[in-house]
């Protein structure tokens, strides 16, 4: 007996679940939506994180952009696992981050759309996905958001806005728990987001300036790896290598090497702790893997060596060809938190990286051989901060950074 072929589609709650277990972490989860809105040329881009103090299941997350917008078969293509209106100078890669990423955090994600004046609006819900088992995209008007999304909608010309809905991580914690918890996961997204995006939020990427405020007013600033002000760092020759495949010339990779100075070399104490980053300064060494001026991958050696407190102060900035080839070469991924240097080139890159070592490490020496010129240790507001959480408890952590934040 001769069987004919059929299609064998996906299972859509079994598949959403998977997909959406890859790992993100609320800040890179948050991080790839915002990569649609720059992508959707957005010049403002606002975040809400509304902590339900009386109901875990009532906190949402919301993404409001002024960008281009999208029509009916746009949105729905966008909705869709696999599906970009995007091209290769994009920040997204696979067509799968605002989906994956969105439901990584909630059970239900609504897109609204304006463009041209019309309005289109869809949503996906795994609850939905379950019972009905079929890929259903729920229809939603602009009475499904919030009232400062309609109010968003009703500033702008065109623009989108993303809803995340029954947070995972909450929805099982009392109120006050689930708001709390809430409340630290904004602090390290503000800390992500400002390192990721640094390049926009900056305005050093000719016409691409993007501005992210959260919860109301607070505008991200950007966090500088290589701490351009400081007269004191060392810029290293750059490197560019090409890289050749079985289909050929595929492109190009640079490498910008920075040895930035001790705390002594900084001009502020507060200068000094601002540039250990969103982890400790042990831990920002490395190489900056860039995608289209979006920070991907920070710290560390790729193998190549390990962490090594007397290199702590190089940092090597990466850029490369983005097409589709140079993106497999480097191992990108659909989180977009992973990347690494080709096979091809790491016995080349290896060589450099022992000179840049060499500089970083008689740069820490003639640091500590150097008479110590201060009596007394003065301390930053920042480095109090740090300090106070690193000993705090609980709640206690939340308290210290609002404080700070006021003064």
Same mark, same amino acid.
């Given at each position: 007996?001769?069987?004919?072929?059929?299609?064998? #589609?996906?299972? #859509?709650?079994?598949?959403?679940?998977?997909?959406?277990?890859?790992?993100?972490?609320?800040?890179?989860?948050?991080?790839?939506?915002?990569? =649609?809105?720059? *992508?959707?040329?957005?010049?403002?881009?606002?975040?809400?994180?509304?902590?339900?103090?009386?109901?875990?299941?009532?906190?949402?997350?919301?993404?409001?952009?002024?960008?281009?917008?999208?029509?009916?078969?746009?949105?729905?293509?966008?909705?869709?696992?696999?599906?970009? =209106?995007?091209?290769?100078?994009?920040?997204?890669?696979?067509?799968?981050?605002?989906?994956?990423?969105?439901?990584?955090?909630?059970?239900?994600?609504?897109?609204?759309?304006?463009?041209?004046?019309?309005?289109?609006?869809?949503?996906?819900?795994?609850?939905?996905?379950?019972?009905?088992?079929?890929?259903?995209?729920?229809?939603?008007?602009?009475?499904?958001?919030?009232?400062?999304?309609?109010?968003?909608?009703?500033?702008?010309?065109?623009?989108?806005?993303?809803?995340?809905? !029954?947070?995972?991580?909450?929805?099982?914690?009392?109120?006050?728990?689930?708001?709390?918890?809430?409340?630290?996961?904004?602090?390290?997204?503000?800390?992500?987001?400002?390192?990721?995006?640094?390049?926009?939020?900056?305005?050093?990427?000719?016409?691409?300036?993007?501005?992210?405020?959260?919860?109301?007013?607070?505008?991200?600033? #950007?966090?500088?790896?290589?701490?351009?002000?400081?007269?004191?760092?060392?810029?290293?020759?750059?490197?560019?290598?090409?890289?050749?495949?079985? =289909?050929?010339?595929?492109?190009?990779?640079?490498?910008?090497?920075?040895?930035?100075?001790?705390?002594?070399?900084?001009?502020?104490?507060?200068?000094?702790?601002?540039?250990?980053?969103? =982890?400790?300064?042990?831990?920002?060494?490395?190489?900056?893997?860039?995608?289209?001026?979006?920070?991907?991958?920070?710290?560390?050696?790729?193998?190549? !060596?390990?962490?090594?407190?007397?290199?702590?102060?190089?940092?090597?900035?990466?850029?490369?060809?983005?097409?589709?080839?140079?993106?497999?070469?480097?191992?990108? *991924?659909?989180?977009?938190?992973?990347?690494?240097?080709?096979?091809?080139?790491?016995?080349?890159?290896?060589?450099?990286?022992?000179?840049?070592?060499?500089?970083?490490?008689?740069?820490?020496?003639?640091?500590?051989?150097?008479?110590?010129?201060?009596?007394?240790?003065?301390?930053?507001?920042?480095?109090?901060?740090?300090?106070?959480?690193?000993?705090?408890?609980?709640?206690?952590?939340?308290?210290?950074?609002?404080?700070?934040?006021?003064?």
């Amino acid at each position: 007996m001769t069987m004919a072929d059929i299609e064998a #589609p996906p299972l #859509p709650y079994e598949t959403m679940a998977a997909l959406r277990s890859i790992g993100y972490k609320f800040p890179q989860a948050l991080a790839d939506v915002v990569d =649609n809105s720059i *992508d959707a040329g957005s010049s403002e881009i606002k975040l809400e994180v509304m902590a339900h103090p009386e109901s875990a299941a009532d906190s949402y997350v919301l993404l409001m952009d002024d960008g281009v917008g999208m029509t009916h078969d746009q949105l729905v293509k966008a909705m869709q696992l696999g599906g970009s =209106n995007s091209s290769a100078e994009s920040l997204g890669k696979f067509g799968m981050g605002m989906k994956t990423a969105s439901l990584s955090q909630c059970e239900r994600m609504l897109v609204g759309s304006l463009k041209d004046g019309d309005f289109y609006g869809y949503a996906w819900d795994m609850d939905v996905l379950k019972r009905k088992g079929k890929w259903l995209l729920e229809s939603v008007s602009r009475s499904d958001f919030p009232p400062k999304a309609r109010e968003h909608l009703k500033g702008i010309t065109s623009g989108t806005i993303v809803m995340w809905t !029954r947070l995972r991580a909450y929805k099982d914690k009392s109120a006050g728990v689930a708001a709390r918890s809430l409340d630290t996961a904004v602090l390290d997204a503000q800390s992500y987001l400002s390192t990721v995006f640094h390049r926009f939020l900056s305005g050093e990427i000719k016409g691409r300036k993007v501005t992210i405020k959260l919860n109301g007013d607070y505008v991200l600033s #950007p966090w500088d790896p290589y701490c351009r002000p400081e007269k004191a760092r060392k810029t290293l020759d750059q490197v560019t290598l090409k890289v050749e495949t079985i =289909n050929g010339f595929a492109g190009s990779i640079t490498f910008d090497p920075v040895v930035l100075p001790s705390q002594d070399g900084f001009s502020s104490a507060r200068a000094f702790t601002l540039a250990g980053g969103y =982890n400790k300064w042990n831990d920002m060494q490395g190489f900056y893997f860039y995608r289209n001026n979006r920070l991907i991958a920070f710290g560390g050696w790729d193998r190549l !060596r390990a962490k090594d407190e007397k290199v702590k102060f190089l940092r090597v900035a990466i850029d490369y060809t983005v097409n589709r080839e140079m993106d497999d070469e480097l191992a990108i *991924d659909v989180s977009k938190e992973s990347a690494s240097i080709p096979e091809s080139l790491r016995q080349k890159i290896d060589k450099y990286l022992t000179q840049w070592i060499k500089v970083a490490r008689d740069n820490y020496s003639k640091d500590r051989d150097e008479p110590d010129r201060k009596k007394e240790k003065k301390f930053s507001l920042l480095e109090v901060e740090r300090m106070l959480i690193r000993e705090a408890e609980g709640d206690e952590k939340i308290t210290i950074k609002k404080l700070f934040r006021k003064l």
